[in-house]
């Protein structure tokens, strides 16, 4: 599985995007997908996750103002991200993995497959 992230970019405090990830090699639809991201000198961190039934997970800090959702026809999944704060800058990365327990997805070494990062910083 390849996966291409894109949506990232430069938006004020308070604004909002949307990123995309898009598979390739396999189809998603077994797939549980989700996002980490990574901020200048800090550890990879797990942002959310959606199974391959359409369960969703959040991390505490982004609950209430990300969405994640998948379309399965377009394997694709996207992260769409309201009420962005500075804290929310950082290198966001897609991830796949068909065999993972959905009790261990915040851990980085349960997915199997990443994309590049795409940027994202929030100025405040």
């Known amino acids: 599985v390849q996966l291409q992230a894109s949506g990232g970019g430069l938006v004020q405090a308070g604004g909002s995007l949307r990123l995309s990830c898009v598979a390739s090699?396999?189809?998603?639809?077994?797939?549980?997908m989700g996002w980490f991201h990574q901020a200048p000198g800090k550890e990879r961190v797990f942002v959310a996750a959606?199974?391959?039934?359409?369960?969703?997970y959040y991390a505490s800090s982004v609950k209430g103002r990300f969405t994640i959702s998948r379309d399965n026809a377009k394997n694709t999944a996207y992260l769409q991200m309201n009420n962005l704060k500075p804290e929310d800058t950082a290198v966001h990365y897609c991830v796949a993995d068909n065999s993972l327990i959905m009790s261990s997805i915040k851990n980085e070494v349960s997915w199997d497959y990443w994309g590049r990062g795409t940027q994202v910083t929030v100025s405040s």
């Open positions: 090699g396999r189809t998603l639809r077994t797939y549980n």
């Open positions: 959606v199974s391959w039934s359409g369960g969703t």
